[in-house]
């Protein structure tokens, strides 16, 4: 079992920067990949952001790409999510999920993810 909690959302102007950050117990962090997923407003959940155990390979959504890195800490139980360059579509809660396993991947698909953060407001404005 993984739980997991967030903090570092907040209110930031367009263009401005925010890092997350996720901070995980109660299981081996090692061997949990690590995501970061958005919910706006009437809109669905959709994937923002993943890391693998080892943190050698990450993923990133296109609308993210380039402006937003994930990264983690293993010996802090800690990921990490660097929000530059932030756009009001960015606006959304931002929910931390955790994938166990033994073997090495990247998770991005919402009913894949095993444990999951109450999730942090990040409203950017224009």
């Known amino acids: 079992q993984v739980q997991l909690v967030e903090s570092g959302g907040g209110l930031v102007q367009a263009g401005g920067s925010l890092r997350l950050s996720c901070v995980a117990s109660?299981?081996?962090?090692?061997?949990?990949?690590m995501s970061w997923f958005r919910q706006a407003p009437g809109k669905e959940r959709e994937f923002v952001a993943g890391?693998?155990?080892?943190?050698?390979?990450?993923a990133y959504a296109d609308s993210v790409k380039g402006r937003f890195t994930i990264s983690r800490d293993n010996a802090r139980n800690t990921v990490y999510l660097q929000m530059n360059s932030l756009k009001p579509e960015d606006t959304a809660v931002y929910y931390c999920a955790a994938k166990w396993g033994l073997r090495a991947v990247v998770a991005d698909r919402e009913d894949g993810m095993d444990f999951w953060g109450k999730g942090t407001q990040v409203t950017v404005s224009s």
């Open positions: 890391i693998n155990q080892s943190g050698r390979s990450s």
């Open positions: 109660g299981r081996t962090f090692s061997n949990v990949a």
